[in-house]
């Protein structure tokens, strides 16, 4: 398993990312605080770190030169509410591999993290395509395929299939939803998720992602 360390003192953001983590497939460890990040990186062994620049103890851009000075190449994707150029020059000349402002949506963090595993030789051929029957999904180029046709889909109709073809059979909320696809910033009140949905079913097949009346959707 491909595990991840999550470095964000931001209790609400940390389990935002942790649970989508985990229904992505990743093994997620969380920690808060730049110390304990700087501690874990060299007792432990992970793939990939999130690194929040805001941290109690020492900022981001400390633990990020303390790990490198290490000689750790560990790829590391910095998260920040800051969206100065400075900021994000700072972190990209510390060693950083790339740099994510707040607020962001799950399915490009993930999209990025993806991205730097390979980069690293980290992500295997398996993790690339997802099946269910005869319909699977290509995560590097964002195609679906139903039987012998594919689609091209959008960024949202790609982060739903995504969810729904890593839980087949299983019923996905629509908060479930728009937390995984649309970010910790989502409005619970909105009906985009009932939106997206209908546009996937037009490229995939109505039957196959069914309604559960008062609970959410299925792929069936």
Do not use: C
């Not at 109690?56 to 590391?76: C, N, Q, Y």
């Amino acid at each position: 398993m491909t595990s991840i360390l999550i470095v964000e003192d931001e209790e609400r953001i940390s389990t935002f990312v942790e649970k989508g983590l985990a229904a992505a497939g990743y093994t997620p460890t969380v920690v808060a605080s730049g110390l304990d990040a700087v501690d874990y990186l060299m007792t432990g062994t992970f793939d990939l770190v999130l690194l929040d620049v805001g941290l109690p103890g020492i900022d981001g851009f400390e633990v990020l030169k303390r790990v490198r000075a290490s000689g750790s190449t560990v790829p590391i994707i910095m998260l920040t509410a800051r969206s100065s150029v400075e900021d994000t020059v700072a972190g990209l000349d510390g060693g950083a591999n790339d740099y994510l402002p707040k607020p962001f949506k799950f399915d490009e963090l993930v999209a990025r993290v993806r991205l730097r595993l390979r980069e690293s030789g980290q992500q295997t051929t398996v993790e690339q395509v997802l099946q269910h029957g005869d319909l699977s999904l290509n995560l590097r180029t964002r195609r679906i395929t139903v039987g012998e046709v594919s689609t091209d889909l959008s960024a949202r109709e790609f982060g739903l299939a995504e969810q729904f073809l890593r839980h087949p059979d299983q019923v996905l909320s629509r908060e479930q939803l728009l937390s995984r696809v649309w970010g910790f910033d989502f409005d619970p009140g909105s009906n985009v998720v009932d939106v997206y949905v209908r546009y996937l079913r037009g490229k995939i097949g109505a039957d196959r992602i069914e309604t559960v009346r008062g609970m959410g959707y299925r792929l069936v």
